[in-house]
């Protein structure tokens, strides 16, 4: 493989790893484990559907949106959040959401269980990653508790938040404990693939994105249907492809090769996360294409490239140039 341009691209891309303090744990979600995801109780998931008509994968279901004890009808446009009255126009939007609550529900094998998640506060200091142009991006501080159960407790929905400054500013979160909403895309969890990028595949359905995690990555990143522009957009192709790579999604079947707080860097095709400060040397770890590794040379986590459920050759064995093979090339400093 042409590596020319190999080590001035890796030198000149970061990825967004987030460091977290080693006693710090999380439950494990499908899509990701050990990172900041949402957790109701013991039940990990990462979308709802906001017509309250499907329960995601972990039984959770929406009843429906309330402020001041009136029902209205939640929806995400792109990734903002709003509630709409019977006549389906938007009532409440922006910080107006603020004491609003999601009544969610549960079904278990053991019955019914009831929670609200409220909306603590609306954040508007988070900014996309690539080429901001003042848009108004909103992120909402959630904390939940039982309804019907024995837990009175109040916690908040993302248990995990990173720090607020991740790796020389590439990640920046000014609220660490803001959650992203944004529909436009779906993921299945257990093979950690997009599986539509249009609002009419995805309808209903929202992305809960905790600050950190995968997903946030992704729209922040501009890698998403709601965060994309006509001078910035996205394949399918490409937004699996970067999902594989931060997830180390290598024989691309969903099984992750990686964990959080892992220091690892990535170029894309497009060229949007040049990194214009100086970096230290970085190795070439892989190229990422179809939705999985094309190539490894140095992993990540050195125990674990023994480990791999297929086979993946290194990356000098590909002839041409990386992005004939992939859209993501990622590097290990």
Same mark, same amino acid.
């Given at each position: *493989?042409?590596t020319?341009?190999?080590?001035?691209a890796?030198?000149t891309?970061?990825a967004?790893?987030v460091a977290?303090?080693a006693?710090a744990r999380a439950?494990?979600g499908?899509?990701?484990? %050990?990172?900041?995801?949402?957790?109701l109780?013991?039940?990990?998931f990462?979308e709802?559907?906001a017509?309250?008509? @499907?329960?995601n994968d972990?039984?959770?279901q929406?009843?429906?949106l309330?402020k001041?004890g009136?029902?209205? +009808?939640?929806?995400?446009? /792109?990734?903002h959040l709003?509630a709409l009255?019977? &006549?389906?126009?938007?009532?409440?939007s922006g910080d107006?959401?603020?004491?609003?609550y999601?009544?969610?529900?549960?079904?278990?094998g053991?019955?019914?269980?009831q929670?609200r998640?409220q #909306? =603590?506060?609306?954040? @508007?200091?988070?900014?996309?990653w690539?080429d901001?142009a003042?848009?108004d991006?909103?992120?909402y501080?959630?904390?939940?508790r039982?309804l019907n159960?024995?837990m009175?407790?109040t916690?908040?929905?993302c248990n995990?938040?990173?720090?607020v400054?991740v790796?020389d500013?590439l990640?920046y979160?000014?609220?660490?404990n803001?959650t992203?909403?944004?529909?436009? =895309?779906?993921?299945?969890?257990?093979?950690?693939r997009?599986?539509?990028t249009?609002a009419?595949?995805?309808a209903d359905w929202f992305?809960?994105?905790?600050?950190?995690s995968?997903?946030?990555?992704? &729209?922040?990143?501009?890698y998403?249907t709601?965060?994309?522009?006509?001078?910035h957009?996205t394949?399918?192709?490409?937004?699996?492809?970067l999902l594989? *790579?931060?997830?180390?999604?290598?024989? /691309?079947?969903?099984q992750s090769?990686?964990?959080n707080?892992t220091? #690892?860097?990535?170029?894309?095709t497009n %060229?949007w996360?040049?990194?214009?400060?100086?970096s230290p040397?970085v190795?070439?770890? %892989?190229?990422? /294409?179809d /939705?999985?590794?094309?190539c490894?040379? +140095?992993?990540r986590?050195?125990?674990n490239?023994?480990a791999?459920a297929c086979?993946v050759?290194?990356?000098?064995?590909?002839?041409?140039?990386w992005?004939? @093979?992939?859209?993501? *090339?990622?590097g290990v400093?």
């Amino acid at each position: *493989m042409n590596t020319s341009r190999l080590a001035v691209a890796l030198a000149t891309a970061a990825a967004a790893a987030v460091a977290l303090p080693a006693t710090a744990r999380a439950a494990c979600g499908k899509l990701e484990c %050990g990172t900041n995801s949402p957790h109701l109780a013991q039940y990990a998931f990462h979308e709802l559907d906001a017509s309250g008509q @499907h329960r995601n994968d972990a039984g959770v279901q929406v009843l429906g949106l309330y402020k001041w004890g009136v029902p209205f +009808t939640p929806a995400v446009r /792109g990734d903002h959040l709003v509630a709409l009255d019977a &006549h389906g126009d938007v009532v409440w939007s922006g910080d107006d959401l603020i004491g609003t609550y999601l009544h969610l529900e549960v079904k278990t094998g053991e019955g019914l269980q009831q929670f609200r998640l409220q #909306i =603590d506060d609306v954040e @508007h200091d988070l900014a996309l990653w690539v080429d901001d142009a003042d848009e108004d991006l909103e992120a909402y501080e959630l904390s939940w508790r039982e309804l019907n159960g024995q837990m009175v407790t109040t916690r908040p929905l993302c248990n995990l938040p990173p720090p607020v400054i991740v790796q020389d500013g590439l990640e920046y979160y000014p609220n660490p404990n803001a959650t992203i909403f944004y529909t436009g =895309d779906r993921y299945d969890a257990a093979t950690k693939r997009v599986t539509a990028t249009t609002a009419a595949a995805t309808a209903d359905w929202f992305n809960i994105a905790c600050a950190g995690s995968v997903l946030a990555k992704m &729209h922040l990143n501009r890698y998403t249907t709601a965060s994309v522009r006509p001078t910035h957009s996205t394949t399918p192709a490409e937004r699996n492809d970067l999902l594989a *790579m931060y997830t180390a999604n290598v024989c /691309g079947t969903g099984q992750s090769y990686t964990v959080n707080g892992t220091d #690892i860097r990535w170029t894309g095709t497009n %060229g949007w996360n040049a990194y214009d400060q100086p970096s230290p040397a970085v190795a070439l770890e %892989g190229v990422w /294409g179809d /939705g999985r590794a094309q190539c490894i040379d +140095t992993f990540r986590i050195p125990a674990n490239q023994g480990a791999f459920a297929c086979e993946v050759p290194a990356c000098e064995s590909l002839e041409g140039n990386w992005f004939d @093979h992939g859209t993501v *090339m990622s590097g290990v400093p």
